[in-house]
């Protein structure tokens, strides 16, 4: 895998800094998914809006395959598993099937996410005045 190579020179270079860094890029979900539900709260969304969360997701499961060996997996199972098949486990068509998955699923992901909210929003009865 090339992120043993990626966080052997990361660990190096910050020391212990990476190690704090590491385990806090896991808390970015978390401020990713309270950002896009401030925003669905506040507006309507939009099959767009969920297009570029989905990306943001997309972007950070990369980085932390990337920049956390073993740990950064969980998010990149389905592109693993994928790669892993059709490639074998730990080449370089494993490492492009895992960012090709990202970029393609979770972008959809949000999509689709974010237009059921606006279906359901569209669907739900008006209250009582």
Known sequence: MHSDYIAEELNRSLGALY???AFAWFGVP?????????MVRRIPPTGTAGFVWGAAVAAWASVAWLCTPNGGVYPNIPG???GAMLFG?????QEWAVHAMNFALWPVAGLSFFR???IARMLAPLPDR
């Open 19 to 21: 190690l704090v860094l």
């Open 30 to 38: 978390l401020v990713i998914v309270a950002a896009a539900t401030t």
């Open 80 to 82: 693993a598993l994928l």
């Open 89 to 93: 486990r730990g080449t370089a068509g």
């Open 116 to 118: 059921s909210q606006l």
